[in-house]
């Protein structure tokens, strides 16, 4: 059977049951949005680890270039091999291993010309038929 309850539990209730519904409320949304900031500040530190390594790296190789650049014959060969530069009575020819990168500049050419070639051809139809309507108008002057 069950057990009246009386007015004073009832008022504890009605009165204590909002306040600890918003109480584990706001527990629960806090716990969630702290969760999602951790995760997040846990990605964001192993991406921030892996630039860190890349620079670490990147500083070890401009380090070694630095040494490198101290030397003037590794300078002049290098001004030699990238610039072009020449010592008197030498030529250089430039080879380029990148076949790939002449292909695409000739392609780039090719549909230059094939648009300025459409546009040309559009003008000229254009003119074309410009020509024969003003001869047309000319022709029913006439009559």
């Known amino acids: 059977m069950a057990k009246k309850m009386s007015k004073k539990a009832k008022r504890r ?3 204590l049951g909002p306040i600890a519904f918003f109480v584990i409320c706001y527990s629960v949304v ?4 702290t969760t999602i900031n951790l ?3 846990h990605k964001e530190e192993k991406e921030l680890n892996e630039k860190l390594t890349n620079l670490k790296a990147n500083a070890k190789s401009l380090k070694t270039e630095i040494n490198k650049l ?3 014959e590794y300078i002049a060969r290098y001004a030699r091999e990238n610039y072009l530069y020449t010592k008197n009575g030498e030529y250089v020819i430039k080879l ?3 076949g790939k ?3 695409a500049i000739k392609a780039n050419y ?3 010309y094939l648009i300025y070639g459409c546009f ?3 003008i000229l139809i254009f003119l074309f038929i410009i020509r024969r309507h003003f001869k047309s108008k000319k022709k029913k002057k006439r009559k």
Do not use: A, F, G, P
């Not at 806090?30 to 949005?33: A, R, S, Y």
């Open 70 to 72: 101290q030397d003037k």
């Open 96 to 98: 380029d291993d990148d």
């Open 39 to 41: 995760y997040n500040l």
């Open 120 to 122: 040309i051809v559009i």
């Open 110 to 112: 090719n549909e230059d």
């Open 13 to 15: 209730l009605i009165i």
């Open 101 to 103: 990168k002449i292909k």
């Open 30 to 33: 806090t716990l969630v949005t």
